[in-house]
């Protein structure tokens, strides 16, 4: 297997009436996303005869702009996917590094398409859509093909703000899909219901299970996940099995207690990443359903989505952080300490990758390529690249790998080394806390507490927090907020709110 | 009443006008974790509590249909 697109070309003959992929007005089956997605790689073949480059995707989170995907990759290019709320501007300044040489919309997005600099030829998903396949010229590309080709590229924020886009391969999504596929046991039985937006690398775990496996994909309407009630109703009403979602979105249902209105007696698995999942909220879940399988997990853009997981086998109290476990089967990791060695047990060090799951680089940008893809230190013998993630972990006793922060999270505060992470963890298990953030003001030292949650004293919530805190943990500041904000993913804007309180 | 919300909504979101609309959430206007902070502030403002239960788009796609929840509440209470 070199390819992805042979994923939908076995489901299609497997599977073919099945339905592939859904959302709240339209589904689709295996064999019309097949027809689809080569009409459409037909269209961008007869406009642009190119190969291996950008083609943007403009589109609402619907089952077209997943065909829109598969017909880029049909046409032997890869997408890059768009968030269709993102404003003008910035994906101008996306564009300045990517140069798609075409974007695909609809007409609903045209007049925005129009007015982005930069965005190379416009398609009509429409007119496409109206294409003749021509099957000889497609099978042509891919005799051509190779799995180190780009599948995709997904763009992030750097810490600079200038978003990076991350390549990854089809060889990355294959032993990827292979590694989610055998571990969470997805086979045409499995029924997603979709949460993260196909911008974030999230959603690669869901839609490549699926056609890999002849599975089906139902995408949630995101206004729903302000609706605990109708969002479960919806959950319940598609038959969903298994979702894969933010501790944000879980923690919104488990606060709600909405399994309390609503049965979801198809749900069997629960899998989670993106953001570290508030024990409390999880063993709301646990209590309420015992019996599902919950998993976390964990990893960023550049090892495809995940490259270490944790299957939930025991109890935590509330403010025990939960482990990132073990690495997943075909990708390694390792904990680096500043000195390039291993860390020893309990020691903090780097979280490393490498193996088949790390994505080729960031898009026209060899210099921040070279910062965080690097030489395995460890390996003098012959090139071997690593990626560094930026995340401070430790091994615990039991040879688990505990996440503790962002490299860049962690602060020097009163002489004292403090992840900010731990204040949270030990909070959040407060009972009127339902959510909180902790920022740091570095002009100040200070550290600045952010909670949403039942009101209290400023005294109370101190005096509970000396009983989990060590004196140089404890914050400088409080806030209460009505509501902590969340990003388009849907996880927590720490970045909004250090703008917005840091010098309070 | 009517008055009062119009007021938080444009608190809550900024430079939309609100008036006369019925596709409040169809239409995306309140996305989805407006809805949320608007809870809490509609919570506050008339000392009701409005549940999960109550928690549905109906509810919230037009001024009028939150005027009319916020009066059950408080008829209930």
């Known amino acids: 297997m070199k390819n992805v697109l042979e994923f939908i070309e076995n489901s299609a003959k497997n599977f073919p009436d099945k339905v592939a992929f859904s959302d709240e007005s339209n589904s689709i089956t295996y ?43 049909y046409s032997g290019n890869f997408y890059t996917v768009i968030d269709s709320m993102m404003p003008a501007d910035r994906i101008s300044t996306i564009f300045e590094s990517l140069h798609p040489v075409a974007i695909i919309t609809d007409n609903e997005h045209l007049k925005i398409a129009e007015s982005i600099e930069n965005c190379g030829e416009i398609i009509l998903l429409e007119d496409a859509l109206r ?19 780009p599948l995709y590229s997904l763009f992030t924020s750097g810490s600079t703000g200038v978003p990076k886009g991350t390549v990854v391969s089809h060889k990355n999504v294959i032993a990827y899909s292979e590694w989610v596929s055998e571990t969470f046991d997805i086979t045409s039985e499995t029924i997603f219901g979709s949460q993260t937006p196909f911008y974030f690398s999230m959603s690669v775990l869901d839609v490549f299970s699926t056609i890999r496996n002849g599975a089906t994909f139902h995408i949630i309407p995101k206004k729903y996940f302000s609706f605990p009630i109708k969002l479960l109703e919806y959950v319940r009403d598609r038959e969903v099995n298994t979702i894969y979602w933010v501790p944000s979105a879980l923690s919104i249902v488990a606060n709600w207690k909405a399994l309390d209105y609503v049965e979801l007696p198809k749900l069997k698995k629960v899998l989670f990443a993106g953001e570290v999942m508030p024990t409390k909220q999880l063993n709301m879940w646990i209590k309420k359903r015992p019996d599902l399988f919950y998993a976390n997990l964990y990893g960023p853009t550049e090892t495809t989505d995940i490259c270490t997981y944790y299957v939930v086998d025991r109890k935590f109290k509330d403010d025990e952080t939960l482990p990132i476990g073990k690495h997943c089967n075909n990708c390694d990791v390792m904990i680096l300490t500043e000195d390039n060695r291993l860390a ?27 910062e965080v893809f690097v030489q395995n230190p460890l390996n003098t013998a012959y090139p071997e690249i690593i990626y560094k993630t930026g995340d401070l972990v430790k091994l615990n006793e039991k040879g688990e790998i505990i996440y503790i922060s962002r490299k860049d999270y962690q602060i020097k505060h009163m002489g004292y080394r403090i992840e900010l992470g731990e204040i949270e963890a030990a909070a959040g298990s407060i009972e009127k806390i339902k959510t909180c953030v902790c920022i740091y003001n570095e002009s100040e030292d200070k550290i600045v507490f952010i909670y949403e949650g039942s009101k209290m004293t400023d005294s109370e919530l101190m005096n509970k927090l000396s009983e989990k805190l060590p004196v140089y943990m404890r914050p400088n500041v409080i806030k209460r907020i009505k509501q902590i904000p969340y990003n388009q993913n849907g996880k927590i804007d720490r970045k909004l709110l250090k703008q917005t309180y840091k010098d309070i | 009443m009517e ?25 995306g206007v309140l996305a989805s974790f407006d809805i949320i902070s ?19 788009p109906e509810n919230f796609n037009s001024v009028e249909a939150m005027a009319k929840m916020i009066k059950r509440l408080e008829d209930e209470d």
Not at chain 1, 133 to 139: G, N, T, V
């Open chain 1, 131 to 149: 294409q003749q396949i021509d099957d000889k010229k497609l099978a042509e590309i891919r005799s051509n093909s190779i799995d180190t080709d």
């Open chain 2, 38 to 56: 608007l809870v809490s502030e509609l919570n506050d403002e008339f000392d009701v509590e409005i549940s999960v239960v109550d928690l549905v």
């Open chain 1, 344 to 370: 020893e047990v309990g020691e903090e060090g780097e979280l490393c990758a490498r193996g088949s799951f790390l994505a080729m680089g960031y898009y026209n940008n060899p210099e921040k390529t070279k």
């Open chain 2, 3 to 27: 008055k009062k919300i119009l007021e938080i909504l444009s608190e809550v979101k900024p430079g939309v006008d609100f008036e006369g609309r019925t596709d409040l959430i169809d239409a």
């Open chain 1, 31 to 73: 064999i019309e996303l097949l027809k689809m997605s080569k009409t459409i790689g037909t269209a961008l073949v007869k406009k642009n005869n190119i190969k291996n480059k950008p083609i943007a995707v403009f589109l609402d989170k619907t089952v077209f702009a997943l065909t829109a995907f598969f017909g880029t990759v």
